[in-house]
């Protein structure tokens, strides 16, 4: 069975950063595409970017330029590199895996990144 764990989240201040880890288990990660989403309170699930086995990156615009995904496929681990963060970016971070075109339904735990002002 596949298990998705997400990791590093914390409180920072404004303009601090912070790295998110998603461990991936149970399947050939070297094949799969990797998500980061992310909840606010009161708000629907977005996506914040995604990774392909061929390392394209693709990123939400509130994300471009402050934030960086990366893979390390020998750890099975997904990184999401946060940068230069505002209180708008305060949410729960999720991530999700894909087979080809087809998208993982169970969610992990999340990992909660709050930003002060």
């Known amino acids: 069975q596949v298990q998705v764990e997400e990791s590093g989240g914390g409180l920072v201040q404004t303009g601090g950063s912070l790295r998110l880890s998603c461990v991936v288990s149970g399947r050939d990660f070297r094949v799969i595409t990797v998500a980061w989403y992310r909840q606010a309170p009161g708000k629907q699930r977005e996506l914040v970017a995604s990774?392909?086995?061929?390392?394209?990156?693709n990123y939400a615009d509130s994300a471009k330029g402050r934030f960086a995904i990366s893979r390390d496929n020998a750890k099975k681990t997904v990184y999401l590199q946060m940068n230069s963060l505002e209180p708008e970016d305060t949410a729960v971070y999720y991530c999700r895996y894909a087979y080809g075109s087809a998208w993982s339904t169970n969610w992990g735990q999340g990992t909660q990144v709050t930003v002060s002002s």
């Open positions: 990774i392909t086995s061929a390392n394209q990156r």
